[in-house]
């Protein structure tokens, strides 16, 4: 499948082909539109997954008790990544998420997102803390991100015994967040934070956000997995929002809710991927292992992987 190359029409639609059909994505507007009344042959599916997150850093100043990224200073070469970039826009991603760690401590962040904003038509997002997003790195981000994801898991005290960081501060970041592009809230949902939802989603929807994403508390080293009651109490809640946010959740945990897929057909390491911040590529950011992309690239360390996907994690 080919993508525009006039960077023009880049800039509204980009093509992919796959088992569900052919996808049309504006990263400008986020529009996607599915023809599946379109057979698309197999040598023409895109061969990149159609979105990628990647690690850039695992450094983080925070020290949140649920955190998944290892403590450590790995971060990944700028030349690298840009590398990478190329070859998954070429291929047919649609969407790259940065991610770390902290993304904004990545030492040259602003200018990998003009890189990828301006050199790919690739669709720029990151998710971030927030507490480093000030003018300057604001009016530097401004054009070259299309959505940022902003982590909020509770509010007030909740938000501060788990961030550590003053929750008035991170209602200022939110409105320098607003003037750079679309941005949604991310919240870990777990029985400390399941009673602050319909705050978070008040203080979301005030602050200008466009999307609440769900996140059920996953397991790691120092906790367990959200329970199967705070599991119920989060379906009722989502049952009985009424808010103007799009509510999301992430498909590990979709089972139960009121999700809608139109590209279930395009599934599994043709959705999506991640690379840490050593370079392995994995089916999500919750795996221990990987396979490191040599020079062959991300292709063909994700060719390796789709031949040895477990189920390892933490
Ligand atoms: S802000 Fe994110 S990366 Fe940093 S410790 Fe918290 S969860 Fe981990």
């Known amino acids: 499948m080919k993508n525009f190359t006039n960077n023009h029409q880049a800039d509204h639609w980009k ?39 990647i690690a850039l850093t695992n450094r983080c100043d925070l020290a949140c008790v649920h955190c998944f990224a290892p403590k450590s200073r790995d971060a990944l070469p700028f030349d690298t990544i840009t590398r990478w970039l190329c070859e998954l826009d070429a291929n047919g991603t649609l969407g790259v998420g940065f991610g770390g760690g902290e993304p904004t401590l990545y030492p040259r962040f602003a200018e990998l997102c003009q890189h990828a904003a301006r050199e790919t038509t690739l669709s720029v997002s990151f998710t971030t803390h927030g507490h480093h997003i000030d003018h300057a790195m604001a009016d530097s981000l401004h054009g070259n991100v299309h959505f940022i ?8 005290g909740t938000y501060e015994s788990i961030r ?29 934070t399941i009673g602050d939802l319909d705050e978070v989603a008040e203080v979301a929807a005030d602050s200008g956000a466009a999307e609440l994403l769900l ?32 509510l999301c ?3 590990a945990h979709a089972e139960g809710f009121p999700t809608c897929d139109p ?19 994995k089916p999500t950011s919750y795996h221990a292992t990987g396979i490191a992309v040599g ?16 189920e390892d994690r933490p």
Not at 220 to 231: D, E, F, K, L, Y
């Open 15 to 53: 093509l992919r082909g796959g088992p569900a059909g052919l996808h049309v994505f504006n990263r400008a507007t986020g529009l996607n539109i599915l023809d599946d009344e379109i057979s698309v042959p197999v040598a023409l599916w895109s061969r990149a997954p159609r979105n990628v997150s």
């Open 149 to 156: 994801r902003v982590s909020m898991d509770g509010v007030n």
């Open 164 to 192: 550590r960081r003053s929750f008035e501060a991170l209602r200022g970041r939110l409105k320098v967040i607003q003037g750079i592009s679309q941005f949604g809230v991310n919240v870990v949902v777990n029985e400390r």
């Open 215 to 246: 996140l059920p508390q996953e397991r790691t080293h120092t906790v367990s997995a959200i329970a199967a009651a705070t599991m119920r109490e989060l379906q009722c809640w989502v049952d009985g929002y009424g808010g103007p946010l799009k």
């Open 249 to 251: 959740i992430n498909e």
């Open 263 to 281: 590209l279930v057909a395009e599934h599994g390491l043709r959705a999506y991927a991640h690379i840490d911040a050593t370079g392995a590529v």
């Open 295 to 310: 020079e062959g690239g991300v292709l063909e360390a994700l060719d390796l992987l789709a031949g040895d996907v477990t």
